[in-house]
């Protein structure tokens, strides 16, 4: 209750409310471009966050991640093309309501289904997180270690077909956190006499270039054209009975979208696609999915627009991102100085019920900037592709100069986009790198620090319960994973028929 | 016949950790270190990701041996290719032009010509309504960092101080 109290109260700050309007505004017309994923959306805003105070930094960076998570949706419904993954779902009933006339509603039924989505999950953010860092509040430094290696592990769900490849891409992050000072001794490591890298790598530099630049890439070397949507639908919401209606499949996407937010790896996509199939098979109008059923489109936009805000749980309680968008909000309160955790409730509890206050602007604001941001996203997915990518490179190009006033860090900019385009040519995950990247100084920091605290003794890591418990965690995670693989790779058919899907 | 998109993943892995175990085992001891130490991670690091790089290599190795059609999967997989390194690398280079200029010519016309660079580059038309769109762009970028933001963008040699 204390914790509504203070996050309501919060909402007299102005800064928070603009913050959130234009970080849902941002976050629409983002979402909206097929090929701008939520966490690219995201990390094109990051440089400008450096300059303001860190809860409406925050706040614009998570209401870009409701926003994007609507915005999908328009151009799934209108030309069959899912904005972002995570409104892939939406597409099979969205488009088919499209196709019937009733494009109009197929929009409302989005936008209405989001914003409650977007309640129903911060609700769960707010009784979750806070409850959950308590539990953190003991830790020492072997379980921060330990803690450290369960967000590493986490890796195991997030590498996609090749375990090995995540792994390496964590090694990568954690290789390149090692670059500047020594947490422990102090001394200079990879700097090559670079006073540029002496601080290290700042996280906003990879993101902004493995995630923004490396799509810039990836689309210039691709075909260029798409879909253009020539109709000029205007949102109509739900009346009570389709209310009525809905409300089954958004009770359900809401609960898988819950559950699926705070597992990190899960995600959007894996949400929606159940919620939609969960739907179905509860439906008394079953016959009618993927003929446009607006079921199909409820189900789907509550789950992934509450896993927005659920995904934010074991960022906040310990400061794991499960997800690229997650990641790059991680890299948001990082650039001021606050490290999402068990502490961040006592050390930046202000910017903590700031961004519960600011997201419950978001999701209203989601409502009324949603309606009217319509024509606008129409407006941007219809521009000629040469120019949106043109200022997308020249916006990040002069976001990510902005930050130290520092051409080195462009020249960090490019590799990083450089090596983002190797690794999605040679299907590396990009999230592993980053979770070594961001968890690289903790990890190492208080393992050592725990090797200084025992005499060099390693049971440490196994004498403090809570480190025992959270390496055993860890180790369920990689082992489970790992099984599954090694069952697949020895046990299933070879697959001979998989080099058409490349990159 | 085996340089499968994870063989070359998987050698590139093998390399980069290499180059990175020779560095860390340059890096020198001090009395004052723990007992890990500035380099144990590193070398560590450097080790596991060795590790990683051969076992990816190895496995795509044996998976094409595995496949009848090895050969025609090569085909598929790197078909094509060429012409998108080339095209992806247009852009980097626009981007390294950029960087090498834009202390001599300034922000807001560096920045018009990287707008202007990067979409007759994607294919916008060549006339002077993309000439007035970049200048336009840029314009408007120069009013968001330098006059709304405060960033103090480079000036160039032609408006110095």
């Given at each position: 209750?204390?914790?509504?109290?203070?996050?309501?109260?919060?909402?007299?700050?102005?800064?928070?409310i603009?913050?959130?309007?234009?970080?849902?505004?941002?976050?629409?017309?983002?979402?909206?471009?097929?090929?701008?994923?939520?966490?690219?959306?995201m990390?094109?805003?990051?440089?400008?966050?450096?300059?303001?105070?860190?809860?409406?930094?925050?706040?614009?960076?998570?209401?870009?991640?409701?926003?994007?998570?609507?915005?999908?949706?328009?151009?799934?419904?209108?030309?069959?093309?899912?904005?972002?993954?995570?409104?892939?779902?939406?597409?099979?009933?969205?488009?088919?309501?499209n196709?019937?006339?009733?494009?109009?509603?197929?929009?409302?039924?989005?936008?209405?289904?989001?914003?409650?989505?977007?309640?129903?999950?911060?609700?769960?953010?707010?009784?979750?997180?806070?409850p959950?860092?308590?539990?953190a509040?003991?830790?020492?430094?072997?379980?921060?270690?330990?803690?450290?290696?369960?967000?590493?592990?986490?890796?195991?769900?997030?590498?996609?077909?090749?375990?090995?490849?995540?792994?390496?891409?964590?090694?990568?992050?954690?290789?390149?956190?090692?670059?500047?000072?020594?947490?422990?001794?102090?001394?200079?490591?990879?700097?090559?006499?670079?006073?540029?890298?002496?601080?290290?790598?700042?996280p906003?530099?990879?993101?902004?270039?493995?995630f923004?630049?490396?799509?810039?890439?990836?689309?210039?070397?691709?075909k260029?054209?798409?879909?253009?949507?020539?109709?000029?639908?205007?949102?109509?919401?739900?009346n009570?009975?389709?209310?009525?209606?809905?409300?089954?499949?958004?009770?359900?996407?809401?609960?898988?979208?819950?559950?699926?937010?705070?597992?990190?790896?899960?995600?959007?996509?894996?949400?929606s696609?159940?919620?939609?199939?969960?739907?179905?098979?509860w439906?008394?109008?079953?016959?009618?999915?993927?003929?446009?059923?607006?079921?199909?489109?409820?189900?789907?936009?509550?789950?992934?627009?509450?896993?927005?805000?659920t995904?934010?749980?074991?960022?906040?309680?310990?400061g794991?991102?499960?997800?690229?968008?997650?990641?790059?909000?991680?890299?948001?309160?990082?650039?001021h100085?606050?490290?999402?955790?068990?502490?961040?409730?006592?050390?930046?509890?202000?910017?903590?019920?700031?961004?519960?206050?600011?997201?419950?602007?978001?999701?209203?604001?989601?409502?009324?900037?949603?309606?009217?941001?319509?024509?606008?996203?129409?407006?941007?997915?219809?521009?000629?592709?040469?120019?949106?990518?043109?200022?997308?490179?020249?916006?990040?190009?002069?976001?990510?100069?902005?930050?130290?006033?520092?051409?080195?860090?462009?020249?960090?900019?490019?590799?990083?986009?450089?090596?983002?385009?190797?690794?999605?040519?040679?299907?590396?995950?990009?999230?592993?790198?980053?979770?070594?990247?961001?968890?690289?100084?903790?990890?190492?920091?208080?393992?050592?620090?725990?090797?200084?605290?025992?005499?060099?003794?390693?049971?440490?890591?196994?004498?403090?319960?809570?480190?025992?418990?959270?390496?055993?965690?860890?180790?369920?995670?990689?082992?489970?994973?790992?099984?599954?693989?090694?069952?697949?790779?020895?046990?299933?058919?070879?697959?001979?028929?998989?080099?058409?899907?490349?990159? | 016949?085996?340089?499968?998109?994870d063989?070359?993943?998987?050698?590139?892995t093998?390399?980069?950790?290499?180059?990175y175990?020779?560095?860390?085992?340059?890096m020198?001891?001090?009395?004052?270190?723990?007992?890990?130490?500035?380099?144990?991670?590193?070398?560590?690091?450097?080790?596991?990701?060795?590790?990683?790089?051969?076992?990816i290599?190895?496995?795509?190795?044996?998976?094409?041996?595995?496949?009848?059609?090895?050969?025609s999967?090569?085909?598929?997989?790197?078909?094509?290719?060429?012409?998108?390194?080339a095209?992806?690398?247009?852009i980097?280079?626009?981007?390294?032009?950029?960087?090498?200029?834009?202390?001599?010519?300034?922000?807001?016309?560096?920045?018009?010509?990287?707008?202007?660079?990067?979409?007759?580059?994607?294919?916008?038309?060549?006339?002077?309504?993309?000439?007035?769109?970049?200048?336009?762009g840029?314009?408007?970028?120069?009013?968001?960092?330098?006059?709304?933001?405060?960033?103090?963008?480079?000036?160039?040699?032609?408006f110095?101080?």
């Open positions: 209750m204390e914790t509504i109290l203070l996050s309501l109260q919060s909402l007299g700050d102005v800064t928070l603009l913050a959130a309007i234009v970080g849902v505004a941002w976050g629409i017309v983002g979402g909206a471009m097929p090929g701008i994923s939520p966490s690219i959306t990390a094109l805003l990051l440089p400008f966050t450096y300059t303001m105070s860190p809860a409406p930094a925050i706040v614009l960076l998570a209401s870009t991640y409701v926003g994007a998570e609507y915005g999908g949706s328009i151009p799934a419904i209108l030309i069959r093309t899912p904005g972002t993954n995570a409104a892939a779902a939406t597409v099979i009933d969205g488009y088919e309501m196709r019937q006339g009733k494009a109009g509603e197929a929009l409302g039924i989005s936008l209405y289904s989001g914003v409650l989505g977007s309640l129903f999950g911060l609700t769960m953010l707010i009784l979750l997180s806070k959950l860092a308590g539990v509040l003991s830790f020492t430094p072997p379980a921060y270690f330990a803690l450290g290696i369960l967000g590493l592990s986490v890796i195991a769900t997030l590498s996609g077909e090749n375990i090995l490849k995540g792994f390496a891409a964590a090694t990568l992050g954690l290789m390149i956190a090692t670059i500047g000072t020594d947490p422990v001794t102090g001394g200079n490591r990879f700097t090559f006499g670079s006073s540029d890298l002496l601080t290290g790598i700042a906003v530099m990879i993101m902004v270039g493995l923004a630049m490396s799509e810039l890439l990836v689309q210039a070397a691709g260029s054209g798409g879909e253009k949507v020539t109709s000029r639908p205007r949102i109509a919401f739900p009570f009975a389709m209310a009525r209606r809905l409300a089954v499949p958004q009770a359900i996407g809401a609960g898988i979208g819950t559950f699926e937010g705070c597992m990190p790896g899960a995600g959007g996509t894996v949400a696609f159940m919620s939609y199939n969960e739907a179905r098979r439906s008394p109008n079953r016959s009618q999915f993927g003929k446009g059923a607006p079921e199909g489109i409820a189900a789907p936009e509550t789950a992934n627009n509450a896993v927005a805000e995904a934010l749980v074991p960022l906040l309680s310990f794991i991102p499960g997800s690229n968008s997650t990641a790059i909000l991680l890299g948001g309160f990082l650039i100085g606050i490290a999402p955790g068990p502490m961040l409730f006592q050390r930046s509890g202000d910017v903590v019920y700031g961004l519960y206050g600011g997201l419950l602007a978001a999701a209203i604001a989601l409502l009324f900037v949603g309606m009217a941001l319509l024509p606008v996203c129409i407006w941007m997915v219809n521009r000629p592709k040469p120019w949106l990518s043109a200022f997308i490179f020249a916006l990040v190009m002069s976001g990510i100069y902005s930050i130290h006033n520092s051409l080195f860090d462009l020249s960090v900019l490019l590799i990083a986009g450089v090596v983002g385009f190797l690794m999605r040519i040679l299907k590396f995950p990009f999230l592993p790198a980053v979770l070594g990247l961001v968890l690289g100084y903790l990890v190492e920091s208080n393992f050592r620090r725990s090797l200084v605290l025992s005499g060099d003794d390693y049971s440490i890591f196994f004498t403090d319960k809570i480190s025992f418990a959270l390496l055993a965690l860890a180790a369920v995670f990689i082992i489970g994973a790992l099984g599954k693989r090694v069952f697949d790779f020895f046990l299933a058919p070879p697959n001979a028929d998989k080099a058409g899907d490349v990159a | 016949m085996f340089w499968t998109r063989f070359v993943g998987g050698a590139g093998a390399l980069v950790g290499a180059i175990y020779y560095y860390a085992i340059q020198r001891v001090s009395a004052l270190d723990d007992t890990v130490g500035p380099s144990g991670l590193p070398k560590a690091y450097g080790l596991i990701l060795m590790a990683l790089g051969l076992a290599a190895v496995i795509a190795l044996l998976r094409s041996l595995r496949q009848r059609s090895a050969g999967a090569l085909e598929n997989e790197w078909t094509g290719q060429g012409i998108r390194f095209r992806a690398a247009g980097v280079a626009i981007g390294v032009i950029y960087l090498l200029i834009v202390s001599y010519v300034g922000y807001a016309p560096g920045i018009a010509l990287l707008l202007l660079a990067t979409a007759l580059y994607q294919g916008a038309a060549r006339n002077w309504r993309s000439i007035a769109v970049a200048v336009g840029a314009a408007a970028l120069w009013c968001i960092f330098v006059l709304v933001l405060g960033v103090s963008m480079p000036r160039g040699l032609l110095p101080g």
